[in-house]
């Protein structure tokens, strides 16, 4: 009996300290979550604006729009890892913006810390398998390839497909004159890609030259419609309208004209654009953009056409003139990794926290 009342104070009290620790837990839980939530707000804030792309197509990359300031939405999450290590989307967050900012020593420093705390997630070995084409051995690509392909874990070939998807287009050939390689207008769309307005929500020359284009692909194929996409505003008008302004001013019927204007970048471009030929039941694409843009572009269109399991192809591509700049025969390692990081993000990697795709 004696034993007994022993052992039912020493079980009271054995849970009366496992509730304490567990309250412990919980408030040390609420205040890191309170601390965190701030952190990754704003750098999502930085991500979606403060900085100048212009100025960073010029000096990073010119490809690619960028409105945020990435080295202060990279601090922002840096700073909420290390409140939470145990939040591996901030460290992928990281990453992303690295290869983003054109940083690939430091994004493959932090892929390899990742690798370390978490070998065998699908995430990183993907990464690792993608980034080892443009900046590693074949044998670190093989490497990485095989424990990828080890993973029991169904998403997996998936993974696998969007690699190589990425990997083809780093050789696709910029065509500055349309091949007319079908030369069939069944089922065809021309697909103009937008650019970033001026603040006064005038047209870049970029995007004066991607129209000129499509304009010649308009001709070429003049029972065709045209999909302009473009959802970014400046002073009340967006990409798409003032896309289909300029078409409208340069001899097109407004009845071959249909706008995409919720897109923010090229993936939603890529998106957007397939909701609109399933619809129109349309299937071969004629995409149209600058040079140093296309290869990205027919990637990740190639790449939601396979997600979503449509049977949408890109049969012909077409390049914007532009003589302020070389283009490269080849992309360059920068490139490649965008192309990577945006064919990934499609497939469904996608790590910054809120946002998706």
Known sequence: MFIEKVMSRFTLRFIFFCLIL??????????????????????IAYYNSGGSFKTFESSVYSGITVKGNL??????????YEIAPERLDFIYSIASLQVLSGNLDAAES?????????PNDLAVLTYETAYALIWGESGEYSYYAQKLAQLKNPDVSKMQTAIQIAANSFNLKINYQLPLSSKVESGVAIVILGYALNPDGSMDKKLIERLKAGLLAAKAYPNTPLIVSGGVAQSGV??????QKWLKINGISQNRIIIEDK??????NAINTMQILQEKHLDKVILVSSANHIRRATALFQEVATVDNLSVKVIDTLA???KNELTRLAPNEIEKALIIRDTL???GLWALPGMVR
């Open 110 to 118: 932090t892929y390899l810390g990742i690798e370390e705390k978490a």
């Open 22 to 43: 567990i309250k412990v837990e919980a408030i040390s839980n609420y205040t890191k979550l309170e601390q965190i939530i701030p952190l990754q707000q704003q750098a």
């Open 71 to 80: 080295e202060q939405a990279i601090d922002s999450f840096k700073k909420a």
């Open 345 to 347: 993000r499609a497939a």
């Open 238 to 243: 967006t990409e798409a309208y003032t896309m």
């Open 320 to 322: 914007a003139q532009d």
């Open 263 to 268: 897109s923010f970048d090229t993936l939603t």
